[in-house]
């Protein structure tokens, strides 16, 4: 894979426009607080369908000419279609004798590629073997002029072995992150601790809570979480955005070296490297956000290396917007890693394409503002800025509880309800334990959405972190809950 380019590419362009249609997704199904399975299927099903319909309609153009019979029977298809979006269900009875016309010339033209493979496959294999055997008898004269010569196998080894080793490493680091649930601190305090509280409230809204980065930093990372949690009913998909992202860096990095002006070989030690990062080889399989942070940033650089070969390009100039946004919304680091690269294309559109360089300038910062506007749209309502910068009056008007005693906790506890998520989650306090050794049920009214049960909590100081065994009987994954430290019993 690492020596076509072409499929490389193809693979970073695609990883952006999912990552722009699933922002997309999310706010605008949370705006309405529909994020449900159903509606995220919907959503889904309904963008797989559109892109059906793109390739066919750009597989028809391509081969107009013969399926087509004339230029009336394309108008008649075309007057079909038409009629089928404006629900004119009249019109579109009328053209099915042009549609079943275009249907068998369709199919046609589909047989006879399918027909003219397996020749084609024996011209290739043909062709290789002669290629092959020519190869062998210039090396055979070669050596009886010149003596013996390095094979081409020993000459890749270094290569091949080098190409393994990524292989043993993604398949080792993408076994533990689908087999072994999220059990790091950072994981259970704040990455999937927001996760429960998105799917009770069906919305990405913010909510009370003490441990305040859950709500305020940069979310994309967590959007991946929760639609994956949501569509399969767990949290085994959890870990798996990270590895994806690091596989995608692996590509990333070598079409940079490419780009670079490396060979082959510079292009492997370039994914080498990044997947040998000892960092890098503990946060694949985990659910922090450093490798989806650094996947965009690489998609950033790529497609900026892109831009500058050819500036007048507008879909490198959409791509390379959409990869600044969604760079900005995954972690703040990226305002800083980012700022130099965005200098540097600043400065060359402006040296090479004058007047232009304005328009192109402002779209891609239209569409990094759009991306992020949602976000920072939230942040500004409860912090007073974008980023989500903390104050301690923003902090006591976030949090529900004050921080620092348990004075009146079960009293506290009794009242905030808000705090636990939503009415739905209940917290039932023993009233005969003493203050710091209180006992909790935790319930939840949506059937088969939560697998809780008798909890016991410790009160000891706040803030608190809930892990909770069992959700979908699956072990250490954790949702803050502000009110002690949870474990099943």
């Not at 793109?54 to 597989?59: D, E, V, Y």
């Not at 767990?234 to 798996?240: L, S, T, Y």
Request: charged fraction near 15%; aromatic fraction near 10%.
């Amino acid at each position: 894979m690492l020596y076509a380019e072409g499929l490389r590419r193809a693979l970073l362009t695609a990883a952006v426009a999912f990552g722009l249609l699933l922002v997309v997704i999310t706010e605008l199904l949370s705006a309405v607080r529909l994020l449900s399975f159903g509606w995220l299927l919907n959503a889904w099903l309904m963008a797989a369908l559109t892109m059906v319909v793109f390739i066919i309609h750009a597989w028809c153009r391509k081969h107009a000419a013969e399926i087509y019979d004339d230029e009336e029977h394309q108008s008649a298809v075309h007057t079909g279609l038409a009629s089928i979006f404006r629900v004119d269900f009249r019109l579109a009875i009328e053209a099915l004798p042009a549609f079943a016309i275009l249907l068998r010339n369709a199919a046609a033209v589909i047989a006879n590629r399918l027909r003219g493979l397996p020749r084609a496959w024996c011209l290739v294999l043909g062709a290789w073997l002669a290629d092959v055997n020519s190869q062998i008898v210039s090396r055979r004269v070669v050596a009886a002029d010149q003596g013996p010569r390095t094979k081409d196998l020993a000459k890749r080894l270094p290569a091949i072995v080098l190409l393994i080793g990524v292989l043993a490493v993604a398949v080792a680091t993408g076994i533990i992150a689908f087999t072994a649930p999220p059990n790091n601190y950072d994981s259970m305090h704040s990455h999937t601790a927001k996760i429960p509280y998105w799917i009770q409230n069906h919305s990405i809204a913010q909510y009370s809570t003490h441990a305040v980065e859950c709500i305020r930093y940069e979310p994309y990372a967590g959007f991946c979480i929760l639609q994956f949690q949501v569509l399969s009913g767990g949290d085994q998909f959890a870990n798996g955005v990270q590895w994806f992202s690091m596989l995608g860096c692996l590509i990333g990095v070598s079409l940079i070296a490419k780009c670079l002006g490396a060979q082959a070989r510079g292009q492997i030690v370039a994914a080498v490297l990044c997947a040998t990062l000892p960092m890098g080889i503990m946060q694949s399989t985990s659910t922090q956000v450093d490798y989806v942070t650094a996947f965009w940033l690489v998609c950033v650089v790529y497609h900026l290396l892109l831009l500058l070969a050819n500036p007048s390009s507008w879909p490198l100039t959409l791509l390379l917007g959409t990869s600044f946004g969604l760079a900005l919304l995954t972690k703040a680091t990226n305002y800083f890693f980012a700022f130099p690269f965005a200098i540097w294309l600043a400065w060359f559109l402006i040296r090479h394409m004058k007047g232009r360089a304005i328009l192109q300038m402002l779209v891609m910062a239209a569409i990094v503002l759009l991306v992020n506007a949602p976000h920072y749209a939230r942040n500004i309502a409860t912090f007073g800025h974008p980023l989500g910068l903390q104050t301690p009056s923003v902090v006591q008007k976030v949090t529900s509880i004050a921080l620092g005693t348990w004075d009146a906790t079960e009293t506290s506890l009794r009242l905030d309800d808000a705090h636990y998520g939503s009415a739905n989650m209940p917290l039932l306090v023993d009233d005969k334990a003493p203050v710091n050794q209180v006992s909790f049920k935790v319930t939840v009214d949506e059937a088969g959405l939560y697998d809780l049960s008798a909890v016991y909590a410790t009160a000891v100081s706040c803030p608190f972190d809930l892990y909770i065994n069992g959700y979908r009987e699956r072990e250490n994954v954790g949702s803050e809950i502000t009110g002690g430290l949870f474990d099943q019993r």
